[in-house]
DNA sequence: CGAAGGCTTGATAGACCTCAAACACAGTGG
DNA sequence: CCACTGTGTTTGAGGTCTATCAAGCCTTCG
């Protein structure tokens, strides 16, 4: 497991090493989605963990009129659907958003490695614990503040997570975000996102790009976005960059 | 305990009656809260979780704007700070809406607790992940539903979870649900609550009094509401009330 | 080079908010 | 028993943020 991102996985989440190496040894060999595939689906029991190892997911709920919301985003290091374990149906969809490597922890194994390392349930039972922190966090994101707000926290909460999972290139990140998906992310149309995110470009706080994002001015968008990266808990620990960096050469042109 | 609310720590969640009677002997004497009274505050870290044995709790996150998103209730049988075994400070703050009583469980007790009865750990961890999905559940609502749509789904919520807690009375529930606190819940203003709740009245599906609300057409209101009680999970697998019983005589008047 | 998907922009409409005031109702004190 | 007070409900008028509809443009990729 040569992936930057797996550190999340030996060092992260409290996990002394002998029980980060005995979960790095019950994943078996990853397999490979492509962009908009379905990782995991609504309704289905699955009978087996995904870890995503590399690339980037989403989290959607589908609604009857055809629109979809967007629950959360799935980064390296993180569970597609951790809760299957003790939850099943699976009560949304997962699906990739690039390609994306997955690797697999059956349930049969995933039980008798929590009752070996019983250390090991409690750093996943933390996992969930969090991810529903930042549910709650996109809650209130969409329910009281406007669409200018709204953006700019999330692509701050973006920018930490990558960051806590080392894939920060400069003061920014190279992720597939359109617009329509921000859209469906934060409860917006693409029109309105398109127009908000014009004018957080003119105020040259963020630029988003198909393929990246470059943040210009991080102390700017985060007061934007009135963020406060406190719910993330350890999941972004990391440093938070330093006042004005004009770091963004390499993704801006 | 002598409490019916406590039908869910000893029947619900999975737990075999071993377990549950090691946890309901591990829990302290209760200690009652007022309606307003604050039970677990945002920024705390605390060395013990409160069980919420009988009464009604809501958790909040107050903005810098002073306006307050309602992230979900707390209904008899539920941990109001389950997380803060886990995960501290605590990160939002739960408050009493009418006279409750609490009884602790300190961290050092739960501890053992889980070490010496494994599948409590699991039963507890279950109950997070069911947190979490009513939190998808209000994103979702919150985002994409408009605010007919929107309260009926809360009303339909609530209804079944109070099944569960074994608290309904015929087909409505005694809540101190004010205007107000359903504004904050579903991220609208207290006027046009008023103006929905009076469509939702004036179209024979559900009435909303200070201390009570009386449900006059379940499959009218559910369907108003495109209510699915799945994402509930076991927190809910009673009975669903039967096609349009007219048994609201004793909440109406 | 043409197609497809995503981005951009304009004009119009609507759901919900804001401000403001009147109205019910329960509990309190005289 | 009745004013009194406070909290919560109800109603009206006007404003705004965001959605909707529609069309043109750009970029990427086979």
Avoid at 43 to 61: I, M, N, Q, W
Avoid at 164 to 187: F, R, V
Avoid at 194 to 199: A, D, S
Wanted: hydrophobic content about 45%; aromatic content about 8%.
């Amino acid at each position: 497991m040569p992936h930057a991102a797996l550190l999340r996985l030996t060092s992260g989440f409290d996990m002394t090493s002998a029980e980060s190496v005995a979960y790095a040894e019950a994943l078996g060999t990853p397999r490979t989605f492509a962009a908009g595939e379905e990782i995991a689906r609504e309704g289905e029991s699955a009978d087996r963990c995904a870890v995503l190892l590399e690339g980037f997911a989403k989290r959607t709920r589908v609604q009857a009129d055809g629109n979809a919301q967007i629950l959360s985003f799935v980064l390296p290091g993180d569970m597609c659907d951790l809760q299957t374990l003790l939850l099943n149906p699976f009560d949304h969809t997962v699906s990739a958003l690039m390609p994306t490597r997955i690797a697999y922890l059956p349930h049969a194994v995933f039980r008798r490695l929590i009752v070996q390392h019983p250390g090991l349930a409690l750093s996943f039972w933390r996992e969930s614990l969090i991810d529903a922190a930042i549910f709650r966090e996109w809650m209130v994101n969409i329910a009281t503040r406007d669409a200018y707000t709204r953006l700019s926290h999330l692509l701050c909460e973006i920018y930490v997570r990558m960051d806590a999972a080392g894939l920060i290139d400069k003061l920014g990140y190279g992720l597939p975000l359109s617009q329509q998906l921000l859209a469906d992310a934060t409860g917006l149309t693409v029109v309105h996102v398109n127009r908000t995110l014009k004018r957080l470009k003119n105020e040259g706080l963020v630029t988003v790009r198909p393929r990246a994002v470059a943040i210009h001015d991080w102390n700017g968008l985060s007061a934007a976005g009135g963020f406060n990266p406190a719910y993330l808990h350890s999941k972004a620990v990391r440093k938070v960059p330093a006042a004005a960096p004009a770091a963004d050469q390499g993704l801006m042109h």
